[in-house]
């Protein structure tokens, strides 16, 4: 693992396969941390220089200073300053989807070579006419009720979630998920509840349209968290965008079927290459 220090002096942790080759950012999600993602940067390192960002709060990170999507974003900016990265791809999962929004609404995408979107709503709050957002009903009086639970039962919550974003179907790897350190351990469990209240208020569906690289929506079509057409929502309203459906997964296509989400990531960026190539 390498570090550097953010602006505010917060040591914000990576890892890094290395070399001249096209840079990938891997995001990770709420609870989780940079080393979920070993298996995917060991497949693809060979063709890319995979980088795995630990949020902070997240991973060797520590859940210091501001506890916002906003100040995640800042963090991603300063990583890609920091390692002087030119056209890197971005990879945002979950949580990690969010703070990709967010760092498109703060820098742009014009620095960026694709973004890759990993079964993310642009906006987890639902209402009336927003129905795609976090459980397919998310409102103001679900977040107190978290806030409530959470504060009292947070262990539950804890397993409840990492238990339900595997496919329901898969029992065995449903358990293996929550047995897995990323879900019980690599967190700062003061540094949850701020971020996961901070994500309930974000909204980035004004943002789609700016967003004009190539981006690959990957989403799981047994999706607990995200029932319904999100990624079908994203493609139609994002200029350059294409839509993978992972039939055997639920909100973690890289982990439940990561055969198939190298090849489709390895494929989407071949297609970026210059004709020459």
Not at 51 to 56: P, V
Not at 77 to 88: C, D, G, S
Not at 198 to 217: E, K, Q
Request: aromatic share 12%; with cysteine; hydrophobic share 35%.
């Amino acid at each position: 693992m390498s570090s550097f220090l953010a602006d505010d002096q917060n040591p914000i942790f990576y890892s890094d396969t290395g070399g001249q080759k096209p840079a990938i950012i891997f995001i990770h999600g709420w609870t989780s941390a940079g080393s979920h993602w070993v298996g995917i940067t060991t497949a693809l390192r060979r063709w890319y220089r995979c980088i795995a960002i630990d949020l902070r709060g997240h991973g060797r990170t520590p859940g210091q200073g501001e506890l916002t999507i906003s100040r995640l974003a800042k963090d991603l900016h300063q990583l890609i300053e920091h390692l002087k990265l030119e056209q890197p791809t971005i990879v945002g999962w979950s949580m990690g989807g969010l703070t990709t929004f967010e760092y498109a609404r703060q820098f742009g995408v014009s620095q960026l070579k694709s973004i890759v979107l990993v079964d993310q709503t642009p906006c987890m709050q639902t209402s009336t006419e927003w129905t795609m957002g976090l459980f397919g009903a998310y409102t103001r009086d679900h977040i107190t009720s978290m806030r409530q639970l959470f504060e009292s039962q947070q262990r539950r919550v804890l397993r409840r979630f990492a238990m339900g974003v595997v496919h329901p179907n898969r029992t065995l790897l449903r358990f293996a998920t929550w047995l897995t350190s990323p879900y019980r351990r690599n967190y700062d469990r003061k540094a949850l509840l701020p971020l996961a209240e901070d994500m309930a208020d974000r909204d980035y569906r004004d943002l789609l349209a700016s967003m004009d690289v190539p981006i690959l929506l990957c989403y799981g079509s047994q999706s607990w968290l995200y029932p319904g057409k999100v990624g079908e929502y994203l493609h139609e309203h994002l200029p350059q965008s294409t839509l993978i459906h992972f039939e055997r997964s639920g909100h973690c296509p890289p982990f439940e079927e990561p055969v198939k989400f190298v090849r489709t990531l390895y494929q989407f960026m071949h297609q970026q290459l210059p004709t020459s190539a």
